[in-house]
């Protein structure tokens, strides 16, 4: 499975890839809407753990553009914020599969990376294998 962490601290962002990484995730990491975008362009991902709060960008506008570009990509939103704690996240961003605290322990995201991700590996296998 390929994950794409977009995330402006890069302590966190590495913490949280070391764990989806000895899951046995593929993880790219980038810092900015512009690197995440990038990192669309170039690579089929099948979740996104993205912080809904960038420093250097809009979470918003690479959530759309992964809909667009990555339609079957999941996203699983972070934040430390209490925007959308009501769950109208949903709502808005129709690739949304969970919005959680940016304190959640890295262990805990990596097993909800692995549902959200399971399934898309089993297509993207048959896919490849048709």
């Known amino acids: 499975m390929k994950v794409l962490i977009v995330e402006s601290e890069p302590e966190l962002a590495d913490m949280w890839s070391r764990h989806l990484r000895r899951q046995g995730a593929a993880v790219l990491a980038a810092h900015s809407e512009a690197e995440a975008v990038s990192a669309l362009e170039n690579n089929l991902v099948e979740v996104i753990v993205l912080d809904l709060v960038l420093e250097n960008g809009s979470a918003f506008a690479v959530a759309d553009y992964a809909s667009y570009r990555q339609p079957k990509a999941r996203v699983i939103f972070v934040t430390g ?30 097993v909800l990376v692995d549902h959200y991700g399971e399934a898309e590996d089993t297509v993207l296998e048959r896919v490849k294998h048709a």
């Open 81 to 110: 914020t209490s925007f959308f704690s009501d769950g109208s996240i949903f709502r808005h961003i129709p690739n949304a599969c969970a919005f959680l605290p940016s304190s959640i322990p890295p262990e805990d995201l990596a």
